[in-house]
């Protein structure tokens, strides 16, 4: 997990993808007073002008940005997940933006593949 942190940053931007936040679930729910043990770290990233195209066309899909990958170890194996863009996109029932989602999906499978 260390390595993929620090690796992050720098795919991203191969991607033109920034890191906007990472949130340490484990360090945040002890913060809370909740114990919690698993080691998550979620990251939120953007590409700007992919969100520029889609907030152009339809402000509500904000509440769905940043798009978010998520890496935690479970079973004693580094996993990475996200929840596809185009299936986000399906919730707003805005066909027109589909070619920004699937561009978008693309960078982010790619982004995953090159940090397992």
Known sequence: MEE????????????????????????????????????????????????????????????????????FVEKGQTKIATIKPTALLELFHDPSLKAVAEEVERAIFQMMKELS
Not at 7 to 36: S, T, Y
Not at 39 to 45: K, M
């Open 4 to 71: 993929i942190e620090k690796m992050f940053p720098e795919v991203a931007a191969k991607h033109k993808f920034g890191v906007l936040e990472v949130h340490n679930l484990r360090q945040i729910m002890n913060q809370k007073g909740i114990p919690f043990e698993k080691d998550c770290l979620v990251f939120e990233v953007c590409d700007p002008n992919q969100a520029k195209k889609v907030l152009e066309k339809n402000l509500s899909i904000s509440t769905a940005l940043p798009c978010r990958i998520s890496v």
